[in-house]
């Protein structure tokens, strides 16, 4: 028997309706993903299974006694006390009221570094998801109902959510913008789409396939039910000669015709977003030398870092919640100083950001007024764009472009934002974790710009896919302050991390390297190594800058995706050998002449 079931239910919030004619049924076990465009219905869905809203039709049956949990995207405004009494406490109706199990309770304030006395009221947005994610695990409930679990969770709290959930047992629904722990975690895909709902059998990528073919059989069945409508409408133009029955019937069958291309729902199209470009800045965009930075003296958040990043590169970084990223991100880009060691920028930076607490967005205001103010245009590339017109770009029809900002949902609130941010030009990109509650085909487009633009991005993100696809070095904070960098994205890192190259990826800059210098002289190896080191490195920047010169030509993307990733690979590898030829050479020099 089925823990919960919707038979033929419809819900309307104006418009469409959000789910038509539904029908559900959650099996015990199941782990099933929700997709869906941004604004299809998803959280509504969630929130319907949950009891916050009532169905316009149909009906929901639930099993008897059955406890259901919900981590909603909002945070309740009527929870009060210690991290410890929400999660413990009365559920306030947020979940079905009953007690938290003590031990797993425990676990999940632990695992998701929650302060269990601090008070609720005083934590941040993100911390508050944290608390009420540890209170929905802690009541062991028959189902639980995730709407976008890992927003907020640095990369060890996401890898120990996936496999508690996979180890529990617990019967789950979730929507979620992160693809790695999609795969890892679901089972069965519930696909909602232009309000039909559909179950699907199969692992995410089987999924994907299979829906590609289900859209190109339906755009072709409707190719075809044009043309015979077309067909029928010169027919009955001509005029009929003989009121015989088949004529009737004919006549109806039109009629029928027309009505069901009236009703027809057409699929949300895909975003057209594309990135402004402004003038190229200097080769070198920041240089790091030594850098030390800490609000605690005896704490350094930054520790003797040495960086040099380059014009076109794509940096990932990837670090806990605390650890000290945007510090970093506020380093390198000369808004604080650092307290030993020098930072130089580069020439002509222009800097666009985004930030993750979207502090741009004024709730209040229409999506229309947060993008032109009180006018009717933007400026995108030096022209002047209707702002209706450049917000269609983005998904948002006229109608919704008059929407306040404030009822959106996440995934539109990032769109959004999106826009606002690329009607700036910029040689410089600050992401700071841009994929949350974006939907998949956005994420997709998004992905694609920045791997198409040739400006320098620093990409702070927990999202492992993303980082995968985007990035070409990453830095990690490893604890103590020291930040190591690596060749590659996070599978890169994994790789590196566990069997460390130390002629691929760049040394430690927080281990001292002339400590000897001075005491002894060098080998004949070593010798040999400083003789043939700079033409070495020479070949190696000479193979770096033709590199950066093919993939700046947009023909370069147009070639198979496994050429695109091996060249950015390999980009990455060259500039991780450079910088550590570069500080190879320095400490033989420095022996040579100590």
């Known amino acids: ?17 959000l789910l038509e004619d539904a029908t559900l049924h959650i ?60 999660v413990d406490g009365d559920t306030g109706g947020v979940v079905d009221s009953y007690r938290a199990h ?49 927003n907020h969770l640095d990369l060890d709290a996401i890898l120990w959510l996936e496999n ?10 979730f929507v979620t913008h992160d693809r790695a722990f999609l795969r890892k975690v679901a089972t069965k895909i519930l696909d909602l789409d232009r309000g039909e709902l559909a179950g699907w059998d199969c692992d995410y990528d089987t999924f994907l396939m299979r829906k590609e073919q289900l859209l190109a059989d339906e755009e072709a069945l ?24 088949r004529d009737e019937g004919r006549v109806r069958a039109l009629q029928a015709l027309r009505e069901e291309f009236r009703l027809r729902r057409q699929q949300m199209g895909t975003s057209r977003m594309t990135l402004q470009e402004a003038a190229s800045s200097g080769a070198r965009v920041v240089k790091a030398q030594g850098v030390s930075f800490g609000y605690d003296p005896e704490k350094p958040l930054v520790r003797n870092l040495d960086l040099q990043i380059m014009r076109g590169e794509k940096v990932g970084i990837i670090g806990p919640n605390g650890c000290g990223k945007t510090t970093l991100l506020r380093l390198l880009l000369g808004e604080i100083k650092p307290q030993s060691g020098s930072i130089q920028l580069g020439t002509r930076l222009q800097v666009a950001r985004i930030d993750q607490l979207r502090g741009a967005l004024q709730p209040e205001k229409s999506i229309l007024e947060n993008i032109s103010g009180d006018g009717m245009h933007v400026e995108v590339n030096g022209q002047q764009r209707h702002a209706y017109g450049y917000l269609q770009e983005f998904l948002f029809t006229p109608e919704r472009a008059r929407t306040p900002v404030g009822i959106l949902s996440g995934g539109e609130k990032n ?17 700071d974790e841009p994929t949350n509650d974006l939907d998949l085909e956005t994420l997709s487009l998004l992905e694609e710009q920045i791997q198409q633009h040739p400006a320098t991005m620093l990409l702070v993100s927990h999202d492992r896919a993303f980082l995968n696809q985007t990035v070409l070095r990453t830095l990690v904070f490893e604890g103590d302050g020291t930040i190591g960098q690596y060749a590659g994205g996070y599978d890169d890192w994994l790789l590196q991390r566990k069997e460390p190259q130390l002629d691929s990826s760049p040394k430690q800059p927080n281990k001292p390297v ?14 040999e190594e400083l003789r043939t080191l700079p033409s070495q490195i020479e070949c190696w920047e000479e193979e770096q800058q033709g590199l950066l010169a093919a993939q700046a030509d947009p023909a370069f993307y147009r070639q198979a995706p496994d050429v695109i990733a091996a060249s950015q690979s390999r980009l990455g590898e060259l500039t991780a050998h450079i910088e550590a030829g570069l500080e190879r050479w320095e400490e033989l020099e420095n022996i040579a002449v100590g």
């Not at 028997?1 to 309706?17: E, F």
């Not at 508690?164 to 629904?173: E, K, M, Q």
């Not at 002339?514 to 010798?527: F, H, I, Y």
């Open 222 to 245: 409707w190719e075809k039910k044009g043309k015979r409508l077309s067909q029928e409408e010169i027919w009955i133009r001509k005029g009929i000669k003989a009121r015989r029955t």
């Open 415 to 431: 769109r959004l934002l999106l826009a606002m941010t690329f009607t700036q030009p910029f040689n410089v990109l600050i992401l």
């Open 102 to 150: 003590a031990q797993a309770g425990a676990e999940a304030i632990s695992r998701l570094g929650l302060d269990a006395q601090a008070e609720f009221a005083s934590l941040s947005g993100g911390m508050k998801r944290r608390v009420l994610l540890a209170r929905a695990l802690a009541c062991s409930p028959d189902l639980l109902l995730l709407d976008e679990p890992t």
């Open 1 to 17: 028997m089925a823990l919960l079931s919707l038979q033929n239910v419809t819900v309307r919030m104006g418009g469409d309706p």
């Open 514 to 527: 002339r400590s000897n210098a001075g005491k002894r002289k060098l080998t004949n190896r070593e010798r």
């Open 27 to 86: 099996e015990a076990g199941q782990r099933a993903a929700l997709t869906g465009r941004n604004g299809c219905g998803k959280t509504t869905l969630l929130k319907l299974l949950t009891g916050l809203i009532e169905a316009d039709e149909g009906q929901m049956i639930r099993s008897p006694g059955l406890r259901t949990a919900y981590l909603p995207q909002d945070v309740p405004t009527d929870l009060e006390g210690t991290v410890q009494a929400v």
């Open 164 to 173: 508690y959930l996979v180890r529990a047992g617990i019967t789950i629904l």
